[in-house]
């Protein structure tokens, strides 16, 4: 456990070399072609493309990265497969709708698909209550007041978030990446990790702490 | 700018999702006057794509890709948000019906100089949001909670045992911390709250008020 823990953190993020899947563009009739992705970048341009040119290929270049990568965080979180891969598939078409709301200033690539699952899978939560999610980048919000001396560059901020993970330990890691990125209840992390329900929820506000002055203290 | 915040796991779950919506809802105004804490849920955020971008991919069924290809024709669109205006104060004015989308009760009175309007948030799961409007001078009975309340003043000010808090500020409460609040200054003071569990007044004008207050 929390030897995977470490590994979403410790050497930063792979990006492994992603080829364009041949075969499926021909079944498509489309041109055939090689994205690669190497860096958070990339994607950005993946999404840009999406965007500015309606570019299929790009999305599918997104689909075969991000699809996979979403359907495998719910599965960890408890959801069925094919819930799991609906929702990947609702994700996916979320990015072609909103392609053009994407601002490669104000957030990165992953972190602006994260939001996208992470809203969805809210929404499906909330669905039948009628709630809502609310979403930051909706015209209901206006900016926040700027704040003069924390003028972050999304890079700067990726880097500065990729930074302060390694300084968190195994124990913060595993936890973090439970209750946070997998969205699981407190009680069930105790589960899991065998240990008393206090103990977990102690280890997550300290880690949360300890996260957000490590990235006060990069400035 | 703020100087009370909601607590950094408030704000965690809010980015994970996981926070209840009626809390959400009072995280969210406090992020309309708070670009440090939205700065840290964007860093939150960020981290969550980092361990997305570096899960262990689960194949999706065959076809998946042509299936998505095929539906895109069909997605309507969304533009671009408009640029979006600056402002300190956007989430709430006196005349509003509404609060981030949210429907409003009307106001109702709980106490000489302190009404109470329910925020009508579908998915309460065991929160109740409301909004209480004070008037300048008033000092609430020291109380304390059940569960826990989140408060962040949408205009005025009030000040208890943890410092003052105006506009934008946040009150993050846990069950255990009993507080009497007082409004300060000569502005009335408007707060949204998300409170879990039940509200306790401790002493005799507490007890006395009690069964009136049906907070």
């Not at chain 2, 006057?33 to 570096?54: H, I, N, T």
Request: net charge negative; proline share 4%; aromatic share 6%.
């Amino acid at each position: 456990m929390q030897a995977v823990g470490q590994r979403y953190f410790a050497e930063g993020v792979t990006y492994s070399r992603w080829h364009f899947g041949a075969g499926l563009s021909q079944t498509m009739g489309m041109p055939t072609g090689t994205y690669d992705i190497t860096c958070s970048a990339d994607l950005a341009r993946l999404i840009e493309a999406v965007a500015g040119e309606r570019d299929r290929e790009a999305f599918t270049a997104l689909f075969d990265y991000f699809a996979p990568r979403i359907k495998a965080v719910l599965m960890h979180s408890n959801t069925p497969a094919a819930a799991a891969e609906e929702l990947a598939q609702d994700a996916m078409l979320t990015v072609w709708r909103k392609a053009a709301q994407f601002d490669r200033t104000r957030a990165g690539a992953s972190a602006w698909i994260f939001t996208i699952a992470r809203n969805l899978r809210i929404d499906v939560a909330r669905r039948e209550q009628r709630g809502r999610v609310l979403d930051l980048e909706s015209s209901e919000f206006l900016e926040p007041p700027p704040q003069p001396d924390q003028e972050f560059d999304t890079s700067e901020r990726e880097q500065r978030v990729r930074v302060a993970l390694t300084h968190l330990s195994d124990d913060q890691i595993t936890v973090m990446r439970l209750s946070f990125f997998e969205g699981k209840a407190h009680g069930d992390i105790a589960r899991e990790l065998g240990l008393p329900l206090g103990t977990v929820k102690s280890r997550i506000r300290l880690a949360m702490n300890r996260l957000r002055d490590l990235l006060g203290d990069l400035t | 700018m703020s100087r009370h915040h909601p607590k950094n796991l408030t704000l965690a779950e809010f980015a994970a999702g996981t926070l209840d919506e009626g809390r959400s809802l009072v995280v969210a105004s406090h992020f309309a006057m708070c670009s440090e804490c939205r700065e840290f849920v964007a860093a939150l955020e960020e981290a969550g794509g980092q361990m997305l971008a570096d899960a262990e991919p689960v194949a999706m069924t065959k076809g998946a890709a042509a299936r998505a290809l095929s539906l895109l024709d069909h997605v309507a669109n969304t533009r671009r948000v408009r640029e979006r205006k600056q402002s300190v104060m956007p989430v709430w004015q006196p005349e509003q019906k509404t609060l981030l989308g949210y429907e409003l009760g009307p106001w109702r009175w709980v106490a000489p100089g302190l009404r109470h309007r329910v925020v009508k948030v579908p998915s309460e799961g065991g929160t109740r949001v409301f909004m209480l409007k004070a008037l300048p001078g008033l000092k609430i009975p020291e109380h304390s909670h059940t569960g826990t309340e989140l408060t962040c003043v949408l205009s005025g000010a009030f000040i208890h045992e943890g410092g003052r808090y105006a506009a934008g500020d946040c009150d993050d409460a846990d069950h255990d911390d009993g507080h009497s609040p007082m409004i300060d200054g000569d502005e009335e003071c408007v707060c949204l709250v998300a409170m879990q569990g039940e509200l306790k007044l401790s002493g005799l004008i507490g007890r006395l008020m009690q069964p009136f207050v049906r907070i």
